[in-house]
């Protein structure tokens, strides 16, 4: 997308529908942006799990608003507007979410936004029985300092959380990870092309072009 500069009352209005719906989008278009560029960065492996893990809470979330707001007649006719490709790429976005929501849905609730509780206590009580003859480790050779502190058995316990989310083992999450980075993709160009749609129709901008 090329750059465009406006007045934001002119691309959105508060009490629109289509603009709530895609102001959303917008900033989860961001957030799966930030989290998927953090993850190429990373060099500890500790880094790009978390980053992973993040970026795939901010798809679920986002994609259960997309999800709820397929009914909303606003929403419906400005998707018919778009190019097809940006409707095949909704599609598989919504089909990405939909075939691998009980998975997403176990991450959010017991590895990223939320410690466990409730029912999901058992998720580290399993890990931590499991764990029992693993050598862990804490602090820093750096120095004493917390801000150089890091509680690395808590992350080998994080890690078997999430294994036994995905599906038991290391290999599965990897395999998760594979197959929903398709999903976000589709996500992310459908969001592009959405909001190109919305400067045309809005702003008269030329499609893909940067506005004077």
């Given at each position: 997308m ?20 895609l ?6 278009f961001n957030?799966l ?6 993850m190429?960065e990373a ?8 980053w ?9 979330e986002v ?10 007649p606003d929403?419906a006719?400005f998707?018919?507007?778009l ?9 598989e ?9 009980g ?6 609730n ?12 058992k ?11 693993d ?5 820093s050779?750096k ?7 890091r ?14 989310a ?10 998760l990870v ?7 993709r589709?996500?992310m160009?459908?969001t ?5 749609q919305?400067?045309v129709?809005?702003?008269?901008s030329e499609?893909?072009?940067a506005a004077?």
């Amino acid at each position: 997308m090329a750059l465009h500069k406006f007045r934001v009352g002119d691309l959105v209005q508060p009490k629109d529908e289509l603009s709530l719906y895609l102001a959303n989008l917008a900033m989860a278009f961001n957030d799966l942006v930030f989290t998927n560029v953090k993850m190429e960065e990373a060099t500890a492996s500790w880094e790009r799990f978390y980053w992973s893990r993040l970026a795939f809470a901010h798809f679920s979330e986002v994609m259960l608003y997309v999800e709820e707001k397929r009914g909303d007649p606003d929403v419906a006719h400005f998707i018919a507007r778009l190019p097809k490709e940006a409707q095949e790429s909704y599609g598989e976005a919504l089909r990405g979410y939909d075939e691998h929501r009980g998975v997403l849905n176990r991450l959010r609730n017991e590895t990223v936004f939320h410690y466990p509780k409730g029912k999901s206590v058992k998720a580290i009580s399993k890990a931590i029985e499991r764990a029992q003859n693993d050598e862990g480790v804490a602090g820093s050779e750096k120095s004493d300092k917390v801000k150089d502190a890091r509680m690395f058995f808590a992350d080998d316990l994080l890690a078997r959380m999430v294994f036994n989310a995905a599906g038991g083992s290391e290999e599965a999450y990897v395999h998760l990870v594979e197959r929903l980075a398709e999903a976000v993709r589709n996500f992310m160009k459908f969001t592009n092309a959405a909001l190109d749609q919305l400067f045309v129709e809005r702003l008269h901008s030329e499609r893909s072009t940067a506005a004077s």
